[in-house]
Nanobody, 121 residues
Framework: QVPLVESGGGLVQTGGSLRLSCAASGGIVSINAMSWYRQTPGKQRELVATITRGGSTNYADSVKGRFTISRDNAKNTVYLQMNSPKPEDTAVYYC???????????????WGQGTQVTVSS
């Protein structure tokens, strides 16, 4: 069972907006940092944005001022608001989180299955 499930990907035009969501489920006790990464064919997966449990954020320089990461701790969900996307933002976006699950004693890193975002000019 994959504890992280992304949604919201798709096709968007340059200058538009898109919001990605990632919900953690399945015996979640606690969540530390939650992040979004992205990957294009032939390239390494790169960090897009991170948010701590307390709400501190960090962004890749390429998305600063355009993307916003947020989270709803009550819903165990992290969001990525993508404003004014560019064609170079086209990638598969992955959710990442440090989760403590029922029946375990330590946090562990988990990945979602990925969601495709395509930006057309």
């Amino acid at each position: 069972q994959v504890p992280l499930v992304e949604s919201g990907g798709g096709l968007v035009q340059t200058g538009g907006s898109l919001r990605l969501s990632c919900a953690a489920s399945g015996g979640i006790v606690s969540i530390n940092a939650m992040s979004w990464y992205r990957q294009t064919p032939g390239k390494q997966r790169e960090l897009v944005a991170t948010i701590t449990r307390g709400g501190s954020t960090n962004y890749a320089d390429s998305v600063k001022g355009r993307f916003t990461i947020s989270r709803d701790n009550a819903k165990n969900t992290v969001y990525l608001q993508m404003n004014s996307p560019k064609p170079e933002d086209t990638a598969v976006y992955y959710c990442n989180a440090d989760l403590l699950r029922v029946g375990t004693v330590s946090f562990r890193e988990y990945w979602g299955q990925g969601t495709q975002v395509t930006v057309s000019s």
